[in-house]
């Protein structure tokens, strides 16, 4: 896909797609036109049939270091943000996909880019990542989802501290608290993410969404609803896979 500008976009043969944020000079700091990009991007990847898997990862020497705060109060920027955020709800879209996406962090995910990682289903990390959400102090609150995602990935007392403090944790840190799924030098990152994506593209796109689904939108229910929605995707699924053996 031609035309950004931020990112960069593509697709191999094997149903993997791969985004990269790409402003490497600001450390893929997320700004206005990024997130139009973003958008544009992840709409893509949703609507083709042939892009199984995503893979995000970051150009030069981080994955993102957040929202560019050189666009931080300022007008008209502060007024765009804002319609920006009310007409385009970027992290729920990525929220709705329902592809696998894969996090590839290297660098700093810090902020809203640690955020981003939050939002994808499974992270990879080389040994140089480090993860944190400062947004508290600079006066406000992690608002790409981190304060309901972070709690919702590691241990909510764990998820709390890291919010009030700002602290940054390192790649060992995050696997110890289950923030990431696996570490791997710098070099292998790309190799390792790469055949991770290759080995769910190969899988049932329809099992996929069905299990993400069940789970994702489980852990908004009790278990007894949980263990309804399971039941009715597995039955679901079933009669899907009957029919195309007919």
Not at 63 to 80: K, L, R
């Amino acid at each position: 896909m031609n035309g950004f500008q931020t990112i960069a976009y593509e697709k191999d043969d094997g149903g993997v797609a791969r985004l990269t944020l790409s402003r490497p000079d600001v450390l893929n700091a997320i700004n206005l036109q990024m997130r139009d990009e973003l958008w544009s991007a992840f709409e893509a990847f949703r609507d083709d049939p042939d892009a199984r898997v995503l893979v995000i990862r970051g150009a030069g020497r981080a994955f993102s270091a957040g929202a560019d705060i050189a666009e931080f109060g300022t007008s008209p920027s502060y007024v765009e943000a804002r319609r920006a955020r009310r007409e385009r709800d970027l992290w729920g879209l990525m929220l709705a996909l329902p592809k696998p996406l894969i996090a590839a962090v290297h660098g700093f995910a810090l902020g809203a880019g640690c955020e981003m990682s939050l939002l994808c289903d499974l992270r990879i990390a080389s040994d140089d990542a480090r993860f944190g959400l400062p947004e508290v102090g600079l006066g406000y609150i992690p608002s790409a989802g981190g304060t309901q995602t972070l709690p919702r990935t590691i241990a909510p007392g764990v998820a709390l501290g890291m919010i009030l403090s700002g602290d940054q944790i390192d790649a060992a840190e995050a696997y110890r608290l289950g923030l990431v799924h696996r570490v791997v030098p710098r070099d292998r990152l790309d190799a390792e993410a790469g055949a991770w994506a290759r080995t769910l593209a190969e899988r049932s796109p329809l099992a996929l969404a069905s299990a993400k689904e069940a789970v994702l939108r489980g852990l908004d229910l009790s278990l007894r609803e949980g263990l309804a929605l399971e039941g009715r995707l597995a039955a679901a699924l079933l009669a899907v896979t009957r029919q195309s053996e007919v």
